[in-house]
């Protein structure tokens, strides 16, 4: 597909002009307003969108992970206008200031019109090679996060995590409660070997007892003939 098929509508609408300039200043001040059913349904959209996403780049091989029937025209058009951007581990002052941020409001712009969403808030990690974490993320639109993964993904970044557990911290949680477990049985065992052994020695010292009053009665006896 070409790239102009991507850019801007030339004779946009009034509602769609006043719909683009809304997006833009929400995406520009990145804020969600101050509803908080607003903001818990897009915590919770943004959060399953997470999940799904690093669970895709845990089970298959990314270099052939097709995230949009855009992914060419978005590859193409990052080289492009971000040939010298490091997308292994993002830089997240440099992507916040002033000057990459219009950069990035007008890539984003050539897709208004052809990725669903596409200034939806979305969480992008900053270092690939990690997973998704409260230090590793940073809030960008839905194309700018497109843009940065297809990248990673073509070129091989993201395979660090095929194979690997996509919910490392439940497979922790599991190994502690084993561990625990394993713990608790330790413990009980000793518990019944000291036990057992305070039984034997109560045994030894009764038999002893009972023997030496055995002998004690007999010494006795025999004094007494």
């Known amino acids: 597909m070409s790239l102009s ?19 833009l200043k929400k ?5 969600y307003g101050n509803d908080d059913g607003i903001e818990l349904a897009w915590a919770e959209k943004a959060f399953a969108h997470t999940q799904i996403y690093f669970k895709l780049i845990c089970s298959i091989n990314c270099t ?4 949009t029937k855009f ?15 490091k997308i292994d581990v993002i830089d997240e002052e440099k992507l916040k200031s002033e000057g990459v941020k219009r950069r990035w409001r007008a890539f984003c712009q ?11 808030g979305t969480l992008l990690r900053l270092d690939c090679k990690d997973g998704y974490s409260e230090s590793n993320t940073t809030l960008v639109p839905r194309v700018q996060f497109l843009a940065i993964e297809v990248a990673r993904n073509r070129q091989g970044l993201n395979m660090c995590h095929f194979g690997s557990n996509p919910n490392p911290a439940v497979e922790k949680k599991e190994e502690k409660d084993s561990g625990e477990i394993e713990e608790k049985e330790s413990c009980k065992d000793e518990v019944e070997k000291s036990e057992d052994g305070c039984k034997d020695e109560v045994k030894e010292s009764e038999d002893g007892c009972c023997k030496g009053s055995e002998k004690a009665c007999s010494t006795s006896a025999t004094d007494s003939a």
């Open 5 to 23: 098929v991507l850019s801007t509508d030339p004779n946009p609408t009034k509602e769609q002009l006043a719909f683009r300039n809304k997006e």
């Open 27 to 31: 995406y520009e001040n990145v804020q």
């Open 64 to 67: 052939k992970l097709k995230l």
């Open 71 to 85: 992914d060419d025209e978005l590859y193409h058009q990052f080289l492009v206008s971000f040939p010298r951007v």
């Open 110 to 120: 050539l897709f208004e019109y052809h990725i669903d969403d596409y200034n939806f």
